[in-house]
């Protein structure tokens, strides 16, 4: 069954957000901003059944605190997200990042995949953000892990860094029209086939 993803979020200072079907390609923009003051939000993006996706967001910090928070929601049944539901907050575990380069500057950079752990800076609602409306307070502020020892040091000064968890296809779940249909007529066939065998 088809599916689509929609999401709130925020990242200091800035992001671009992609849905890819590839871990290793940047994918297709869905949403950007370069104020963290604010959220941010997409919705309904489509989902094809049977194909994996990925949700890909590039952070760039140009000085001071940084980090990225959200939350995201699937609807349909055919898609999971890695923690096995359609919600998913940032979290260490279901997050992978990386530090991308030492750019500031907010325009997208080539996509780095990102293979590391993140860290949680907080919850929503710590300092220096303070609460960022329409996200679950449960929501943490996370960071590439790798990112604390690169140039500029703290979290990174100015960079950019890249975040990828999966959108999966539920095991079970419907098979896309296309191959329902193939299936449909390889067994006519067979019928159709014993039939005229016996008679």
Do not use: K
Not at 55 to 61: K, P, Q, S, T
């Amino acid at each position: 069954m088809a599916g689509s993803i929609s999401g709130e979020m925020t990242a200091d200072n800035a992001f671009f957000a992609y849905i890819s079907t590839n871990d290793s390609v940047l994918g297709t923009l869905v949403a950007s901003e370069n104020n963290w003051g604010g959220t941010s939000s997409f919705s309904n993006i489509a989902l094809t059944p049977g194909v994996t996706y990925y949700l890909h967001v590039e952070a760039i910090n140009y000085g001071g605190a940084a980090g990225f928070i959200g939350q995201f929601d699937l609807s349909g049944t055919g898609f999971q997200f890695a923690n096995g539901t359609q919600d998913l907050l940032t979290d260490t575990t279901d997050w992978r990042g990386i530090y991308n380069n030492g750019s500031g500057a907010v325009t997208a950079q080539p996509w780095v995949e990102p293979t590391g752990g993140v860290a949680s800076l907080g919850a929503n609602g710590i300092g220096p953000w303070g609460t960022r409306p329409g996200i679950s307070g449960n929501a943490d502020w996370i960071w590439p892990s790798d990112a604390d020892s690169m140039p500029g040091g703290g979290l990174c000064g100015n960079c950019t860094v890249d975040f990828s968890t999966p959108i999966e296809t539920v095991s079970g779940a419907p098979e896309p029209p296309s191959m329902w249909l193939m299936g449909t007529a390889l067994l006519a066939s067979c019928f159709l086939r014993h039939m005229l065998r016996d008679n």
